[in-house]
């Protein structure tokens, strides 16, 4: 199935790196014109530079959408660009493994702020610009650890949770829109952060060995999965979340 994103605008946080980067590239192939947006300036401007060497266009706005002063601040200089854009994708996140009882209040916020108040910040500035066009896309980045987990990641669970329900939550409210909002929940995939146990031979071949698919998900299986919800085709599909794990939570 060919996509087809040509006259679409898309908004994309965590868009330096990894899925979020995955996303930029696979939506600009589809003709979507990308708002990249991510605190470093450096690899915003590198995967610009890696979307318009493919034909793509794409623009960096510097931001910490944590913060309500910048995300009001970003959303100005987006629509200024490209008007209202119709897609958006909350991808920014952090994790911090450790146990619940040695985590500071500081660094529980923290990591619940990246992925959910972040989510709740960019939604709200840019949802009145989608209602009313007849058509809108809103993608949630949330994990596998929404719905199983693994000790020491009590922050990142609950955060990835509570997204969930503000994306149910958000469907339910703008589907008279035309407006549908998802979630994709990623389990292993080979990006930087998974690195060092990639890159361990022993580890590597028993995390695998462990896994029904036996390898790495690809970032750009990320990638054809949000175009494809962002497509006309999945105009139906709202309110849910899409794991795509090889299997993981089925075991």
């Known amino acids: 199935m060919q996509i087809d994103l040509k006259r679409r605008s898309a908004v994309i946080t965590g868009g330096s790196r990894g899925l979020g980067e995955a996303m930029a590239k696979a939506l600009a192939g589809a003709g979507a014109q990308i708002a990249l947006v991510a605190r470093d300036r450096s690899r915003l401007a590198k995967v610009r530079d890696e979307i318009a060497t493919q034909g793509g266009e794409a623009e960096i706005f510097v931001a910490d959408v944590t ?68 058509y809108g896309r809103i993608l949630n980045l949330s994990s596998i650890m929404s719905h199983v987990s693994l000790a020491g990641r009590a922050a990142y669970s609950s955060a990835k949770a509570g997204l969930l329900g503000l994306t149910r939550a958000l469907a339910l409210e703008l589907a008279a829109e035309s407006i549908t909002v998802n979630g994709i929940s990623p389990g292993p995939i080979a990006t930087d952060m998974n690195l060092a146990l990639i890159n361990n031979a022993e580890a590597n071949a028993q995390f695998l060995a462990s896994l029904p698919i036996g390898r790495w998900g690809k970032a750009e299986e990320i990638g054809a999965l949000a175009c494809y919800l962002c497509s006309d085709a999945a105009a139906f599909i709202t309110g849910t979340d899409i794991l795509i794990d090889g299997g993981w939570t089925a075991r």
């Open 67 to 134: 913060q309500e002063n910048e995300v009001a601040s970003l959303a100005e200089k987006i629509k200024a660009r490209f008007c209202s854009p119709q897609i958006l994708i909350n991808s920014a996140g952090i994790n911090i493994r450790k146990n619940l009882v040695d985590f500071t209040l500081e660094e529980f916020r923290s990591v619940v702020d990246a992925s959910l108040t972040s989510t709740f910040l960019m939604c709200r500035a840019f949802v009145p610009g989608m209602k009313g066009t007849g």
